[in-house]
């Protein structure tokens, strides 16, 4: 089991509330539930944050303390099955330009990008499939 269990718990018709140890809460909904996310867009942020988590000290030690970016999660879905996603896209929305040689510049992305790709658990997780135990009452 894990030592850090979310706990989500039906709070209306097709909406939940996820808690963390630490106390926050996040809404989850069906699509269009006001004030929600769904579970698809709870995953996309995961992905972007964990992207933005890994790549933020490199980012910062680059660009600045006060370097403020963004980062764009998006889906694509399977044709032959809508409930499943069949890519994911990243963007990572930041200014560069202080960073004048170009060289160096492609040095920090190649570095976030294999941060990225060595140490970010959720798109690491996603990307290997993670298996799934699935345990009900009888």
Do not use: W
Not at 30 to 35: E, K, L, M, T
Not at 61 to 88: C, L, M, Q, W, Y
């Amino acid at each position: 089991m894990s030592s850090t269990p979310v706990e989500t718990t039906r709070t209306g018709q097709h909406t939940f509330t996820a808690t963390n140890p630490r106390g926050a809460q996040v809404t989850i909904g069906r699509d269009g539930a006001p004030g929600a996310f769904t579970p698809g867009e709870l995953l996309l942020a995961a992905i972007a944050g964990c992207a933005a988590l890994t790549g933020e000290n490199l980012l910062v030690r680059r660009i600045g303390e006060d370097a403020g970016f963004t980062v764009h999660a998006d889906r694509r879905k399977a044709p032959e099955d809508p409930n499943k996603f069949s890519s994911v896209q990243i963007t990572f929305d930041v200014d560069l330009s202080v960073i004048e040689d170009e060289g160096e510049r492609g040095r920090l992305v190649d570095a976030v990008r294999r941060a990225i790709e060595k140490y970010c658990t959720v798109s690491r997780s996603v990307e290997e499939g993670t298996p799934i135990d699935l345990t009900l009452p009888r």
